[in-house]
């Protein structure tokens, strides 16, 4: 069997809160457009050239993001490739597109938000580069709490220790968060990160991983944004070693203290299992008040409230 080696070039295109995405009827995929590399070109003016060619926009480039590589087999041959995407921006945001260029092909421009372009991308590939250009165009990458902890965005090159520090907490956790069985291997954490990404795009949550000296030791995030008949939550939990050190209850704090200032949020919930001393101990040392009991997810939960 012969190995070729290919490589083509493409782009993601943001515009007023949607991605362009195209549907190739002779693929039957949904994709971002992209093209092979010409001998004469280097990989941004194919980039350009292809998706003018197929979108019928004229776009300049803002940011690489870096390539992607895989293998496959066609017509007896193995065949490595290497895509190389980048972020462009419409040249005119007005610009009425003209008719794909491309012969043989039948593409059909999309304007999606950030979910529906999510859903319908037909590779896992393409998922991961849309949620890492929604995480690098996100405001709060970071929130500093202390000089040791800080508040941080997670990614998908991120999945394994998100996978490894829960599955090393698993019987700690499954205690409380009924999530944790549905945790099995480092996919799963992966499209966990991926789909915080698009919930995060959508206004909906804030998700950050909880970094001590630089390492993952937990997850904390503000949900329920989107609910109008409830107030937003902020949900936490804790690698078991670095429990009791104050670490969660001083990211409780500045996240709080970030949802109030920043966010405009009036009152935030907290809810806790009744014999989860520690979580609730945070709750009560932040200020937050005991206002009764409420069932969710068919467990019965204090519920705890701060309002500002």
Do not use: C
């Not at 019928?56 to 066609?74: A, N």
């Not at 972020?87 to 005119?92: I, R």
């Not at 690098?136 to 220790?161: H, T």
């Amino acid at each position: 069997m012969t190995t070729q080696f290919k490589r083509s070039a493409g782009g993601l295109i943001i515009s007023n809160n949607k991605v362009l995405i195209l549907f190739s009827k002779k693929r039957n995929q949904y994709l971002f457009p992209k093209g092979t590399i010409e001998n004469n070109e280097t990989p941004r003016q194919t980039a350009l050239r292809e998706v003018l060619e197929e979108s019928g926009y004229h776009t300049k480039i803002l940011k690489s993001l870096g390539s992607i590589h895989y293998s496959f087999e066609e017509n007896g041959n193995k065949i490595r490739k290497t895509v190389y995407h980048y972020l462009l921006k419409l040249v005119d945001d007005q610009e009425i597109p003209k008719p794909n260029l491309q012969q043989n092909e039948d593409f059909r421009n999309l304007w999606l938000n950030y979910r529906e372009a999510y859903d319908k991308l037909s590779h896992l590939q393409n998922k991961e580069i849309l949620a890492n250009v929604l995480g690098y165009l996100s405001p709060y990458k970071k929130i500093n709490v202390s000089r040791e902890i800080n508040l941080v965005s997670l990614y998908p090159k991120d999945a394994s220790k998100l996978f490894q520090l829960t599955d090393r907490n698993r019987e700690y956790l499954g205690r409380w968060l009924p999530w944790v069985d549905s945790v099995s291997k480092t996919a799963d954490s992966r499209e966990f990160i991926l789909k915080s990404i698009i919930d995060r795009s959508m206004g909906e949550i804030y998700p950050f991983g909880i970094s001590y000296k630089n390492r993952l030791v937990g997850h904390i995030s503000i949900m329920n944004l989107d609910k109008k008949n409830e107030s937003p939550d902020i949900g936490y939990w804790i690698d078991q070693d670095y429990s009791s050190r104050g670490i969660m209850s001083q990211s409780v704090k500045v996240l709080t203290e970030f949802a109030h200032d920043t966010l405009k949020i009036n009152t935030i919930t907290i809810h806790a299992e009744p014999d989860n001393i520690g979580s609730n101990m945070v709750a009560k040392k932040n200020g937050y008040t005991l206002i009764g009991q409420t069932t969710k997810d068919n467990r019965q939960l204090n519920r705890w409230q701060k309002t500002n």
